[in-house]
């Protein structure tokens, strides 16, 4: 069986007993009301949400306080990318650290992930953690609970910003309030469970996913109906209202884990699922292109005991950074399966990545299967199904838009001869093929 079908069973039977007794067991609580010395976890993820739609990345009018409390307390990495920009892959990789190629989860809606697989929430349960999912799911369409939860909060496929029918443990619920104020109701009550075991929280927004429909205390945020403002403008301005409640969202958690006194002891996540294009790049909307307005995402990451406060991190990050950095701050043995790496010491400086792999498999709309490989400095795109579309490069240093492909020019053929031999290099690293499914 290969290192990215191991189960959690094997893998206790590789680390061996001893290891397995004092990382992955669950810990007994101490006496009294002391709590498991371990730190909680809170992940919030967001859908669609562009890395530069945030105060604290410098937008010129948005509102996101609570986003931006959560940057000034902790890191923000204003590089972190995503491997494949779309709701389904981008969420297993998230949970699983790795590429959607390895996980499988390669079209939205299309697979969940096998159970076999180790995730950070069944690990973390394993490992003692009292475990709750909240919110949209989206691998495969049913609600149903997943692996790795004691606490399960759902709905079918994208949910409605309006009312939904909600999986709350296998229990089938009416809610009629507005989708992110639901999930917060249901996220908090979670972190206010009473337990002395360390908890894990994950908590997926519908927002800010299209069609963009704010809650109605927002409806008239930053400028009413927006008068003359073009399409483009008005779309953008119920982006950013949509998001306004996810903000809000954010302020409860941390006012919640205030009050209970466990603020300085939780490792709060939050990060965006994809980015998404406001007409870029000739008129593209939505996400699934390899452009940086496509695969990158807001990322913070708030926990004083590793993370400094206030620091912008300027070094690649990925998706699939979240779940070995949850496991190595747990104390529980990060699988040799999961191809992320630790932020802790990515955010202290240490020597990191200097490029990474973007995949986007081909499915039912027009965009083709993309391979792509991103450094500090260059992109480079390629359709290895459409041979007939050019190969694109891209010097990130003098043209961050990427509205100039260099492929041609001959100044840079020797980035082109570069860029491939990195590509290739990446391919073969992460094992990367073209699933059945993506017409190989």
């Known amino acids: 069986m290969t290192a990215s079908r191991w189960s959690r069973r094997q893998i206790l039977m590789t680390l061996g007993s001893s290891v397995a007794a004092a990382c992955l067991a669950p810990i007994a609580a101490c006496s009294g009301d002391r709590r498991d010395s371990r730190p909680n976890f809170v992940f919030i993820l967001a859908d669609d949400h562009r890395h530069d739609f945030l105060g604290s990345a410098g937008h010129p009018w948005l509102r996101t306080p609570h986003l931006d409390r959560l940057a000034a307390e902790g ?45 950070f929430p069944q690990l973390l349960q394993d490992a003692g953690y009292r475990t709750g999912f909240v919110g949209k799911w989206h691998m495969a369409r049913w609600a149903r609970p997943r692996p790795g939860f004691d606490h399960w909060v759902s709905f079918s496929r994208q949910g409605d910003y309006g009312r939904n029918t909600l999986n709350v443990d296998g229990e089938w619920v009416l809610a009629e309030g507005y989708v992110t104020d639901v999930l917060t109701d249901h996220a908090v009550e979670f972190v206010q469970r009473d337990g002395r075991e360390p908890f894990l929280l994950c908590l997926g927004h519908k927002a800010v996913h299209q069609p963009f429909e704010p809650a109605p205390r927002h409806a008239d945020l930053y400028g009413g109906a927006d008068g003359t403002s073009g399409d483009r403008e008005r779309v953008m301005r119920d982006y950013a209202r949509t998001l306004a409640a996810v903000d809000e969202s954010v302020g409860r958690i941390l006012s919640t884990l205030d009050e209970q006194g466990i603020l300085d002891e939780t490792v709060i996540v939050y990060a965006g699922d994809n980015g998404y294009l406001f007409g870029d790049h000739g008129g593209l909307w939505d996400k699934r292109v390899a452009y940086d307005s496509s695969i990158r995402v807001p990322l913070l990451v708030r926990y004083p005991p590793a993370f400094a406060a206030g620091h912008v991190c300027s070094q690649m990050a990925l998706n699939l950074d979240v779940a070995p950095t949850l496991l ?47 450094t500090a400095r260059h992109k480079f795109v ?20 990427e509205r100039d492909n260099r492929r041609d020019d001959p100044r840079y053929q020797s980035v082109m001869t570069d860029m491939r031999a990195r590509l290739a290099g990446l391919e073969h690293e992460t094992g990367f093929r073209l699933p059945p499914a993506a017409g190989n």
Request: proline content about 11%; aromatic content about 10%; charged content about 20%.
């Open 382 to 401: 390629t359709y290895p199904e459409n041979p007939d579309l050019p190969e694109e490069l891209y010097d990130l240093s003098v043209d961050p838009d």
């Open 328 to 374: 190595a701050l747990a104390g529980v043995p990060v699988p040799a399966a999961m191809q992320g790496m630790d932020l802790a010491p990515l955010a202290r400086g240490a020597d990191t990545r200097d490029a990474f792999l973007y995949e986007y498999f081909a499915g039912s709309g027009p965009v083709p299967t993309i391979v792509a490989v991103r």
């Open 75 to 119: 890191v923000r990495f204003d590089h972190a990318f995503v491997t494949t920009s779309l709701c389904s892959p981008s969420r297993a990789s998230f949970f699983t650290g790795q590429y959607a190629h390895r996980h499988g989860v390669i079209l939205n809606e299309n697979r969940d992930l096998d159970p076999d697989l180790p995730t």
